[in-house]
């Protein structure tokens, strides 16, 4: 399995708060994402990162913000959580080459704003 | 908006029956095709991939037709197991300099009768 931690794995929260999750990985590859995953739409990608301080946004950036400080951490922070923003959230890995395009995966932070 | 349009959204099979998810793109920068498998809980995982110079890739159980001209593909899935039972992702990559950027369909919930 591709180390990848994500944390908290659970999480309720009230709207207005301020949210941060975290995905580390021990494989030093470059590129990280954020996705989030709703029935029926799939894994939406938040943001994504391909080197340190180097992110970009995906195709639902609003309302998230993210940081990579170092190449094994990504945060993702909900400045002021709303109830659309209840989802489980996935971090993905992959090391860029062209050859392949895998994905590694983490297990996912349920995240629930009421 | 959708650029992987994936269909159907849920499949009931039979144990030892065909089973076929299907998906179509847009946009021909894409250049690598993966089909994800995901069990509840659980983050996806890289089933079978393939890229737009082949037309058929095949891995045990598991066979990608693919479609260049019509910007199809699709998953076959022979002699369909209960243990297949779980939702399946078709995905595309596109690269656009440092980026590496996986769009996903909206998901198959596959269901193999014992």
């Known amino acids: 399995d591709a180390g990848i931690t994500q944390s908290p794995r659970h999480k309720v929260t009230e709207t207005g708060t301020p949210v941060t999750l975290r995905c580390h990985q021990t494989?030093?590859?470059?590129?990280m994402y954020w996705y989030r995953q709703d029935p029926g739409h799939g894994l939406r990608l938040i943001h994504y990162?391909?080197?340190?301080?180097?992110?970009d946004k995906g195709e639902v950036s609003d309302g998230y913000s993210v940081s990579r400080s170092k190449t094994e951490d990504f945060l993702l922070t909900l400045e002021s959580a709303t109830s659309s923003q209840t989802s489980v959230y996935f971090c993905?890995?992959?090391?860029?080459?062209?050859?392949?395009?895998?994905?590694?995966f983490g297990e996912g932070s349920r995240l629930t704003v009421l | 908006q959708q650029q992987v349009k994936q269909s159907p959204q849920s499949l009931i099979v039979q144990k030892g029956g065909i089973s076929i998810i299907n998906c179509a793109y847009e946009?021909?920068?894409?250049?690598?095709f993966p089909w994800y498998q995901q069990f509840p809980g659980k983050g996806p995982a890289l089933l079978i991939a393939i890229r737009p110079d082949v037309s058929e890739k095949k891995e045990g159980r598991f066979t990608i037709s693919f479609n260049k001209s019509a910007k199809q593909f699709s998953l076959h899935i022979m002699d369909s197991q209960p243990g297949d039972s779980a939702t399946y992702f078709c995905?595309?990559?596109?690269?656009?300099?440092?980026?590496?950027?996986?769009?996903f369909g909206s998901g198959t919930q596959l269901t193999v009768l014992p």
């Open positions: 995905a595309a990559r596109r690269i656009s300099g440092s980026a590496r950027q996986l769009t």
């Open positions: 993905a890995i992959t090391s860029g080459t062209l050859n392949t395009g895998e994905l590694f």
């Open positions: 494989e030093n590859h470059r590129y």
């Open positions: 946009n021909t920068a894409f250049d690598y």
């Open positions: 990162s391909y080197g340190v301080k180097d992110t």
